[in-house]
């Protein structure tokens, strides 16, 4: 069952076609479980509050969006539908979104384009654009989302210059000016219809050849998707880092490409615009364990992620710090009245410090360890590193200087040092 709830008075021309849309599927329900009910005539407020989750606040919201076109949803039982309920953008009427494929979802909203995706499918331009802006504040290093993308342009004008097109854009502290991260997961390529598909222009169901049909649904003649546009994105999720605390402009925009016509949509899954987990330092470039060993005598080096400001708990205000003790190592940021947290990493000892013996005979430096998997050497002399000399025992002419043998677990970057002179 589809349910448009609706304010009639801003469209008047359209709202004979809407009851006699809602009767038809009404009667349909009685053979059919499946229900998507659409609210629409929202305000971009109301539709970025339905959007946003946990840990981001969201400030100076605008859009150019059209009554009819976007809104609120929920989904009950829609066959190969993952979401339940969120907000929906499409270049057309929502009326008919639920229902067979062979419904033609076709509207010209008569609305402006975007510069912004112009830039993305040049020298086409954009039409019917509808476009959501807001500025945001993460408590975390990282935020992500969950959408869908489908058309009516698939299969008939695949690969042609009616290629439907949206765009997420990213301003802010890391990145250039309106930088599109939806992309093809690993990829620098926008998702659209031309980089989306299992081939085309066709008319039915798609035979190929396959671009990034990993992330294609045809819907024609498969009836894999209970609703009524010919292709759909499997659920997809963008991530994306950001500094904590700092403030950032973000763009939805959805529009229709060479023409007003062949509808294409975005779904977002509700409260999916979200702070991901809490920030973990950094080791070797990896998160760091809530639990990480330091060889005794030795270091190891946490870093933050990229913000305005650091503070640990040991009272370094750097973004990297070096560890040669065991404890507990946190840091927070703190922009105004955000503060962001990490987790707590506990450091713990392993192994007492072994301290070798080192005795010259003649040429050589020969030193009491043994050689241990794992464990790398390096001998310096005045501070250089000497080429080569990467055994626990240093078997070349040594001149008088100062000698110094490291050894370090690759992993966790921990120290031994014994200093010789040699006169």
Known sequence: MLTIVTDFNVIPMKSTKLFITFICLLNSNLISSQSFTVTNSQSPAQLVGSLTGSGLVTTNITGQISNVSAGSFVST?????????GILLSTGEL???????????????????SVLLDALVTPQLSQDAQILSFDFQAYSDSVEFNFVFSSEEYNDYTNTSFNDIFGFFVTGPGYSPNTNVALIPGTTTPISINNVNNGGP??????GPCLNCAYYIDNVNTNAVGLSHDGYTVTMKIKFPVWPCSSYHFEIALADVSDGIFDSAVMFESNSFLACPVMQPFQNGIPASDTTYICAGGMLKLKAPDAANYVWNNGDTTQSITITQPGSYQFYINVGSCYSFSNNIQVVQQGAIQTPVISQSGTQLISSLLPTPGITY????NGIPIAGATQNTLKKNIPSGLYLLSLSNNSYQHIIYKIIVVD
């Not at 039982?77 to 309920?85: E, L, R, T």
């Not at 066709?202 to 035979?207: N, P, Q």
């Not at 390096?378 to 002399?381: A, G, V």
């Open 378 to 381: 390096q001998w310096n002399l």
């Open 95 to 113: 009326t008919n979104i639920l229902g067979p494929a062979s419904y033609h979802n076709s509207t010209d909203l008569g609305m402006p384009g």
């Open 202 to 207: 066709a008319s039915g169901t798609a035979t």
């Open 77 to 85: 039982g829609v066959q190969g539908f993952s979401f339940q309920n």
